[in-house]
C-alpha cells in the first residue's frame, strides 16, 4: 500500500488526538446502512469525538479479478493517485497536503481500495473529497506513470525473489489453490507485470471501478445527511457498470504434498496448512477461538510452547485461519535453522494433531476466551481501526450487529465445538507442507 501522507503543523493536534478516540464507540455504534443512487452500498457510524472522518471506497477487484494478467490489479490501484482530471502527482499530493488529509491506495487477494482521513471543517474536508473522487473517476493512466508505477513493481518483485519467506508464501499458496484465483500472487510475476500494458488498467478499471460494485465507508464527526452526500458524491461520477461473476469455488484438496525449495539462506522457512474458513463460516468462531489456543495466542499458545519453550527449536511458532471471501487458508509456520528443519518439523506436525486429537480443556478455553474478549476494545482505538472493520462487515456482507454481538459469540464456544469444527476442517490426510532454505 501506498500513502501520500502530508500533514500541516496546525493539524497535529487534530491527529494526535485520535489516540483519546473512545474505545468504547464500538459497542455503541449503529452501522447505518443504505445505498447510493447508482446502487453503491454505504455504510455509516457518526463519532462524535473528533472532528474528522475515515472514508473507504472498495471495489471487488482485488487479483482474484486478473485472470492470467497477474498484477494487475495491484498496479491499476497503484496508478489511481499519479494523475487524475487535470491534476499530475504533485498537484493531487498538494491538494491533500494543504487540507492535512491522508489518501491511500492498495489491492488485496478479494479487493481494491481507496482510503481518505480528513478533517470535517467543511472548506477542508470539501476539498479532500473532491480530489478524491476526481481520482476515483477520471484517472489519467498516462504512459509515462504506468512506465514508471510498472518498473516499481518490477523492482519489488525482483526483491522478492531474494525473499525466502516471500517464496514459501508463494508455493504454500500454490499448492492450497492450484489453478484457483486466490493462488495469484496479488503483485503478480516477473513475466506477467512485464508484459501490462495502459490499454490493460483501463481496461481492468473500465470494468470493475463502477458504481454497482462498489461499497462506501464513511466512520466519523459527520451527520447522516452529510455521510449520504458525501457518498453520492463520490460515487455519482462512476458508470453504472455490474457486480462482476461470483468466484468459483475453492476446489477440494484430495492428498497430502510436501514441495521444498533450496535457497541458501541459514533459516529455513516450515509452512503446513489446508484451506481454512470463510468470513461468514458458521464454523468461524469455533475456529478462531481454538486456534487462539493452538498457535493464534502468541505467547500462550500450545505451538509456541512446544516448539520455543520446551525444545529451543525456533524463535516462535504459530497458526492462523486466515479467511477470504471464498474458503481462505489454515496455516501453521516457524523458521528454524537449516539443520533442525525436519526436527521442528515434526513437532509441529505432531502438536496440530494432537491437539485435533486430544481438544481443549476448559481452563485453556477460558483463558482464550478472557484475552479475546478482553483485547477486543483495544481494535477500535481509532476512527481508522473502526473503519476498517466496517469495511469488512460490508464488503463480506456480514451482520450489521457483528461487532457489538463478536464477544457473545466467542463466549458461546465450547471445548465439544472446537473438537468438532476441527476434526471436520483440519483433515491431516491433506496437509500441504512448503519448506524454503538450504539443505545441501
Known amino acids: 500500500m501506498r500513502l501520500i501522507h ?3 503543523p496546525k493539524k497535529v493536534i487534530f491527529f494526535v488526538a485520535v489516540i483519546l478516540f473512545n474505545q468504547n464507540t464500538w459497542a455503541a455504534a449503529t452501522i447505518e446502512h443504505w445505498q447510493t443512487a447508482k446502487g453503491s452500498r454505504v455504510y455509516f457510524v457518526p463519532t462524535d469525538s473528533l472532528p474528522m472522518a475515515d472514508i473507504q471506497v ?3 477487484a482485488g487479483s482474484a479479478r486478473d485472470g492470467t494478467q497477474f498484477g494487475l490489479s495491484a498496479l491499476t490501484a497503484g496508478l489511481l493517485d499519479t494523475g487524475a482530471g487535470k491534476w499530475n502527482a504533485e498537484d493531487i499530493a498538494q491538494r491533500f ?3 492535512g488529509a491522508n489518501f491511500g491506495a492498495s489491492s488485496s487477494m478479494d479487493s481494491a481500495s481507496v482510503s481518505l482521513r480528513t478533517l470535517t471543517e467543511k472548506p477542508l474536508f470539501d476539498k479532500a473529497i473532491d480530489t478524491m473522487r476526481v481520482i476515483l473517476s477520471e484517472p489519467r493512466f498516462a504512459k509515462a506513470d504506468f512506465q514508471r508505477e510498472k518498473s516499481r513493481t518490477l523492482a519489488g518483485l525482483k526483491q522478492r525473489e531474494e525473499s525466502p519467506g516471500e517464496q514459501a508464501n508463494l508455493l504454500f499458496y500454490k499448492a492450497i489453490y492450484g489453478d484457483h484465483p486466490y493462488a495469484h500472487p496479488t503483485s503478480g510475476n516477473l513475466d506477467t507485470v512485464e508484459k501490462l500494458t495502459v490499454k490493460d488498467s483501463e481496461k481492468f ?3 470493475y471501478y463502477t458504481a454497482s460494485n462498489a461499497i462506501v465507508v464513511i466512520v466519523g464527526n459527520l451527520s447522516k445527511a452529510q455521510a449520504e ?3 453520492e458524491n463520490l460515487v455519482s461520477a462512476l458508470p453504472q457498470g455490474q457486480k462482476p461473476s461470483p468466484l468459483p469455488d475453492v476446489p477440494a484438496l484430495t492428498h497430502a504434498t ?7 539462506s541459514t533459516q529455513t522457512h516450515v509452512l503446513v496448512g489446508l484451506k481454512g474458513t470463510y468470513r461468514k463460516d458458521p464454523d468461524y468462531f469455533s475456529l478462531y477461538v481454538g486456534n487462539h489456543i493452538l498457535g493464534g495466542g502468541s505467547l500462550v499458545s500450545k505451538l509456541f510452547d512446544e516448539v520455543r519453550e520446551k525444545r529451543g527449536l525456533a524463535y516462535s511458532a504459530s497458526s492462523a485461519f486466515v479467511p477470504f471471501l471464498k474458503e481462505g487458508v489454515f496455516v501453521a509456520s516457524l523458521q528454524t535453522r537449516n539443520d533442525q528443519t525436519q526436527q521442528a518439523l515434526a513437532v509441529l506436525n505432531q502438536t496440530v494433531a494432537d491437539f485435533i486429537e486430544k481438544g481443549v480443556s476448559e481452563t485453556e478455553l477460558t483463558a482464550a476466551k478472557n484475552n479475546i474478549v478482553g483485547g477486543f476494545p483495544m481494535r477500535f482505538d481509532t476512527n481508522k481501526e473502526l473503519a476498517n472493520y466496517v469495511t469488512m462487515i460490508g464488503f463480506y456482507e456480514m451482520p450489521l450487529d457483528y461487532l457489538d454481538t ?4 466467542i463466549q458461546k464456544v465450547t471445548a465439544a465445538d472446537i473438537a468438532d469444527a476441527f476434526k471436520r476442517r483440519v483433515n491431516l490426510a491433506n496437509l500441504q507442507t512448503v519448506t524454503v532454505g538450504k539443505t545441501k
Request: hydrophobic share 35%; charged share 25%.
Open 258 to 264: 510436501t514441495q521444498h525449495i533450496e535457497f541458501p
Open 229 to 231: 452526500q458525501t457518498a
Open 97 to 99: 497536503e494543504s487540507v
Open 58 to 60: 472498495v471495489f471487488d
Open 205 to 207: 478499471y473500465k470494468t
Open 6 to 8: 502530508f500533514l500541516k
Open 406 to 409: 463478536f464477544q457473545d459469540n
